[in-house]
């Protein structure tokens, strides 16, 4: 699993993350764990749910703006999140994203919030390939 960091330098009233990869895949699971840990504990949500999301986009950083802001939408109108996906990136433009998603509905009492991502900005956004891998830099809006 890849790794990420909030930067607290980056945006006051935001969040914004630096996330790595070793691949695309791998950076597209790492920014979805990094926004569920931004919005709740993961230990708190039950494993109960499963849902499929077949995604396309021209650009990659698109293609992670369009990723994470589905899973906002799926926490916001169905009050489900996500703590283990399994994302598939492929094409070189467009870009196709197929990923499982394994989590469960947010419960009152259960889950213990954190903050309440309203949706992910183009401010800051960026994909690109690294030597060891790839790195990310996403803005999320509070």
Known sequence: ??????LEEIALADCAVDVT?????????????????MMVDPATVPIAITRRISLEASRLDLLLF??????????????????????RVRGTGPY?????LEGGAI?????IRR???KGVTLHELVVEPTPGGWRARFVVDL
């Open 1 to 6: 699993m890849g790794r990420f960091r909030f």
């Open 21 to 37: 990869g070793a691949t695309l895949d791998d950076l597209f699971d790492t920014a979805a764990l990094a926004l569920t840990e």
């Open 66 to 87: 369009d990723w994470l802001s589905e899973m906002i939408f799926r926490k916001d109108r169905d009050a489900e999140v996500f703590v283990r996906t399994g994302v």
């Open 96 to 100: 196709h994203l197929e990923a499982r």
């Open 107 to 111: 419960v009152p009492g259960r889950t």
């Open 115 to 117: 903050a309440d991502a």
